[in-house]
């Protein structure tokens, strides 16, 4: 999980921020689908940096960094759409060794099923389950309404059970 940050000054540094919080950003990133979660990461505490003077309160730097990963994230994914409806297939990317072991033999069956849900339900279901977000800070990340968090959360799980299911069938 995440360190919690130190409660010596009013303000935590952004490399305090950066420090107790740039793993979890990693691994946002990758259980979204990111191909470069790295550099999403990065992104997202380069952008924190610019814009971290105006945020209304400290606590808001983490949701706000979450929501940043999952907008780039989502851009990222639909470039990459976009390029592969233009070009063939390139070859896998190299994985972190994070990934690596997310994707160990006891994990597969159940990442290619959230592999497979639609990507708004992809980010309810990684973001309450990996990240154990409330249902307002999901809504606030995604940009949604809770109502919609709650509807597509239960969708992904259902589906998630269906796919599981049908594994365990073959």
Known sequence: MTQALPLSRERPTLAE?????????????????????EDIAQEAFARLHLRKARLRDDAAAVPYLRSIVCNLTRNRLRHLRLVRLRRPEPP???????????VSERH???LTAVDRLPR???EAVVLRYWLD???????DAMGVSPGSVKSHTSRAIAALG????EKDDD
């Not at 921020?17 to 979660?37: E, K």
């Open 17 to 37: 921020i950066f420090a107790a919080h740039y793993p979890a950003m990693v691994r946002l990133a990758g259980l979204l689908g990111a191909d470069d979660p």
């Open 92 to 102: 896998p990317p190299a994985t972190s060794g994070e990934h690596a072991y997310l």
């Open 162 to 165: 269906r796919a599981l299911e």
């Open 108 to 110: 597969r069956d159940l």
């Open 120 to 122: 708004r339900q992809r």
């Open 133 to 139: 977000l409330s249902e307002r800070e999901i809504a």
